[in-house]
């Protein structure tokens, strides 16, 4: 939902000067250029498009924001979470699983650009709270989200059905 995207940007004009960068593509892309430039953004976006290993822009921004209308357990959400950045994501799907509203990063209300604008405005203020935020984040995938854990949780998971289905480990 990238519309909601650059209805916050263009609530955010008047309250700092910020440049937004969206990565990826797909069918909407012109509609979003289109809403871009409907609001008067063109100097502050940068589209990159679709890109292979786009986890590797992230410790270049400040900030992260998802404003999706629905998701499951959204991989550029970890990503950024993993990067070390403070996010501000809808919640919807697996999000709330992900984030921890108010020590990550921040969860809004799907569709309100209003609130979206006003996390991305005092994250943008506030370095020490974007630094906070990041590195809880970065833990929290750390801990909860590794390779180790997941292949661990995976093993238990299938000794379980092999004791279930009599068989031995």
């Given at each position: ?57 992230l ?16 991989n ?61 984040g ?32």
């Amino acid at each position: 939902n990238l519309a909601i995207l650059v209805r916050a940007a263009s609530l955010c004009k008047a309250a700092a000067r910020l440049r937004f960068c969206i990565v990826g593509g797909g069918p909407d892309e012109q509609a979003v250029r289109a809403a871009i430039h409907e609001h008067g953004m063109d100097d502050r976006f940068t589209l990159l498009g679709e890109r292979e290993e786009a986890w590797t822009l992230l410790a270049g921004f400040d900030l992260f924001v998802l404003t999706s209308r629905s998701e499951g357990l959204p991989n550029a959400l970890m990503e950024a979470m993993a990067a070390g950045c403070p996010c501000v994501c809808t919640d919807v799907g697996g999000c709330r699983e992900l984030l921890e509203h108010g020590k990550t990063g921040y969860l809004v209300a799907p569709g309100d650009a209003r609130v979206v604008a006003d996390r991305i405005v005092e994250l943008s203020r506030d370095a020490a709270l974007r630094a906070s935020m990041g590195r809880a984040g970065r833990e929290r995938i750390a801990d909860g989200y590794s390779v180790e854990r997941l292949v661990s949780q995976v093993e238990q998971v299938l000794l379980r059905l092999l004791e279930a289905a009599g068989s031995s480990a």
